[in-house]
Structures are given as structure tokens and as C-alpha cells.
């Protein structure tokens, strides 16, 4: 009777909306979300370097932030990994130690994790001349990318809902500029897409506290911090293509900074780089956050300290000298 009823709920609540294939399953008992944990996508069909599924989850976690991180606690791909895609509890999931630092109840933590799998369908067109008689064929690739994100509780080891949504890439498609740092940007944006109406629906069960006001800063992160991630090396062979690579991996994770910007950011240590700041603050645009509260200098850390409703003490870098400020 339990899994009939279970079936039936799924299957009415199960909808399409701009694409999007949504089953929604809600939890047996009440639970109340306070963070979301987003490992890095797990990208089948193809070999996926570990820096292009960090990446692409880091993504994740900036739609995340941008949408309510002045309320839910976010971490990210470079903080968490998951070692058993198969088991929906903590077991394989490397989430829990940092959890416990951080004083967040592991029962008032949903899990975002997404599997890209890539597909590809060959096709020939045969040709006839004017008389009916073949004179060769054009052969075309056809790349799907079929998404998946799971909205997973992982305590209660149950799959709050299951998102589905599939992007083919057109080959003869006007380039967008996008292409120079990213090899699917439908992907990518349909990716962002499904993170935020996943992030939409786990907010039904959100923890009710007082939201974080704007800090006022606008922050780049560095492409070093993809540079630290499995299999970085083999993709920057030598001077020249390692100088292109950073720069694409900074217009990736940034993709609204500006030439010169990319440059300057292509050439920084791991930080989070510091691009506008209200006048008057401690913290000046050009600064590097190198570290907050010892921590790594990441969007998620930071925004995460600053929900304690407490000044957030960071290690600057300016002309070459470090100093200690603090960000309100």
C-alpha cells in the first residue's frame, strides 16, 4: 500500500514546465532546510576532466547564492565530495565533518546533486544527381546533454524531487562568444535553470530566519581555484595555452566581467577577487580576499559566515602586502 500511494503521488505530481520534467516527492515526516550541499556534477557519456565538474557545480552554487544566499547556508564542489552516487544518506559523502564545524544540524541539510550524461546520434544524408543516382551522403552528429538533479535529504536518505530536462546542440547555431570558454553553454544554462527551480522547491521546507543584508561587494573568483582541481595540469601544456586556459576558466566562472578584467583575475593567486565595494569600507576594489576566518577564499564560505550575523574577519592582499579586515 505504502509504495502504491507513493507511485500514484509521484505520478500526479509529476509535471513539464519550459522543459523541465519535474517529480516532486514530499517528506513522510517535517523537516526544515537551513543549508544546501552541492557536490561536483558527475558527467557521464564522456570523459569530463575533475576542474570541468567542479566548475560547472560552482555555477550551481552562484545561482544559489544569488537567489537565497542571504538565507541558506551553501556548500560547494570544492568543500564536498561524494564517493557513492548510488546511496541517498551520508554514507560516501564527505559533507558531514565540515557540517559539524560549522554547528549546522545535519537534519536541516538537503543535497543538490546533478549527473550531465552526454549522448550522441550519427546520421547520414544520402545525395542523388538529376538523374535519381547516388553520389554520396553527409554524415552529421547530433550531442544531447540530458540532465538530471536530484533534491536529496540525505538524514531521512529521501529524494525530496527529481528534475529532468535535455538540451541538443546545435552545430550550425551563430556563435555567441560563449563557445571560447565554455564547450556547451545550452548545457550550461539549462544546468543553472534546473539548480534554481530546485532551489525553488527545497525553499518550501526553509528554516525561517532573518535574511543578510547586501554587503555591498561584488566578487570575482580566481581561476586558480580551478587550476587546484584534478586533471588541471594536462590541460595547460605549456606557456601560451596555460595563460588561454586560465583566462577561459576565469570568463567561465565569471562570465560578466570584461576583457581586461579576465586578464588581470587570469593572473591571480586563489582568492576571490574584489571588483566593486561601497566607498568608505575596509575592503577596496582590486583587493584579493586570500582567506576568510582561515578558511578558503570562496563565495560560499564567505556568504556562509556572513549569515552568523557577525563581522567576518578576511586576509587582504593589496600592492603585495597582506593585511586583516574585517567585512561588516
Known amino acids: 500500500m505504502r509504495w502504491g500511494l507513493l507511485f500514484g503521488l509521484c505520478w500526479v505530481l509529476a509535471g513539464c514546465s519550459g522543459g523541465i520534467t ?3 516527492r514530499p517528506p513522510e515526516s517535517p523537516i526544515s532546510v537551513l543549508a544546501v550541499v552541492i557536490p561536483p556534477v558527475r558527467i557521464t557519456g564522456t570523459h569530463a576532466p575533475g576542474w570541468r565538474r567542479f ?14 544566499g542571504d538565507r541558506l547556508a551553501f556548500f560547494g564542489p570544492s568543500e564536498v565530495q ?14 558531514v565533518p565540515l557540517l559539524a564545524r560549522s554547528a549546522i544540524p545535519v537534519d536541516q541539510v538537503v543535497l543538490i546533486r546533478t549527473t550531465a550524461e552526454q549522448r550522441l546520434a550519427s546520421s547520414t ?30 538524514s531521512s536518505r529521501a529524494i525530496l524531487a527529481e528534475l529532468t530536462a535535455q538540451v541538443t546542440i546545435d552545430p550550425f547555431a551563430p556563435p555567441t562568444g560563449e563557445e571560447e570558454f565554455d564547450e556547451a553553454p545550452a548545457m550550461t544554462h539549462l544546468l543553472e535553470a534546473l539548480t534554481r527551480e530546485a532551489l525553488r522547491i527545497a525553499r518550501r521546507w526553509e528554516l ?38 586560465m583566462q577561459a576558466r576565469a ?11 579576465i586578464a588581470k583575475l587570469a593572473r591571480t593567486v ?17 583587493d584579493l580576499i586570500l582567506s576568510i576566518d582561515g578558511q578558503p577564499p570562496l563565495p560560499e564560505v564567505l556568504a556562509r559566515k556572513r549569515l552568523s550575523g557577525v563581522p567576518v574577519q578576511v586576509r587582504l592582499g593589496r ?10
Open 270 to 286: 586563489p582568492s576571490l577577487v574584489v571588483v566593486a565595494a561601497p566607498g568608505g569600507g575596509s575592503v577596496q576594489p582590486g
Open 251 to 261: 570568463k567561465f566562472l565569471s562570465p560578466w566581467l570584461t576583457f581586461d578584467q
Open 319 to 328: 600592492g603585495g602586502n597582506e593585511r586583516d579586515a574585517v567585512i561588516p
Open 125 to 154: 544524408q544520402e545525395r542523388e544527381d538529376a538523374k535519381g543516382l547516388a553520389k554520396g551522403g553527409v554524415a552529421s552528429e547530433d550531442r544531447t546533454w540530458l540532465l538530471t538533479l536530484e533534491l536529496v535529504h540525505p
Open 22 to 24: 519535474k517529480v516532486i
Open 55 to 68: 566548475e560547472l557545480a560552482q555555477r550551481q552554487v552562484e545561482v544559489g547564492l544569488r537567489d537565497c
Open 208 to 245: 525561517e530566519r532573518q535574511s543578510v543584508p547586501d554587503s555591498g561587494l561584488t566578487l570575482a573568483l580566481s581561476p586558480a581555484i580551478s587550476a587546484a582541481q584534478p586533471d588541471a595540469a594536462a590541460a595547460q601544456t605549456d606557456a601560451l595555452q596555460a595563460e588561454i586556459w
Open 82 to 95: 561524494i564517493t557513492r552516487w548510488e546511496e541517498p544518506g551520508w554514507l560516501g559523502n564527505t559533507a
